[in-house]
């Protein structure tokens, strides 16, 4: 399976923006999507998963009430939608695919990443 991810960009503290991650190349219906980060000089940390059928969603602590993470099962796409947007949130943003709860030793599947900078 191949996950691209796009929707990453500049933007103000306070604004939002929205990844998108479309896989191909096999049936994702059956596994959970989420998004990783990668801070500069620090450790890819897990953000957020979904699971198969959308009905339930997990959140690292620091992005609850501002981030929401959605699926298209039908276009085998993964949405990231970051409202309020802090300098803290500036990484790379990895999507990956594998099974619930997709702690990084159930990935099966990583995106090539997209940068989100958040000015101050």
């Known amino acids: 399976v191949q996950l691209q991810a796009s929707g990453g960009g500049l933007v103000q503290a306070g604004g939002s923006l929205t990844l998108s991650c479309a896989a191909s190349?096999?049936?994702?219906?059956?596994?959970?999507m989420g998004w990783f980060r990668q801070a500069p000089g620090k450790e890819r940390e897990f953000v957020t998963v979904i699971n198969w059928s959308g009905g339930s969603t997990y959140y690292k602590d620091s992005v609850k009430d501002r981030f929401t993470i959605s699926r298209d099962s039908a276009k085998n796409t993964v949405y990231l939608q970051m409202n309020s947007l802090k300098p803290e949130d500036t990484a790379v943003y990895y999507c990956?695919?594998?099974?619930?709860?997709?702690?990084?030793?159930?990935?099966?599947?990583w995106g090539q990443g997209t940068q989100v900078t958040v000015s101050s």
């Open positions: 990956a695919l594998g099974m619930w709860p997709l702690r990084p030793i159930n990935v099966d599947a």
């Open positions: 190349g096999r049936t994702v219906s059956r596994y959970a």
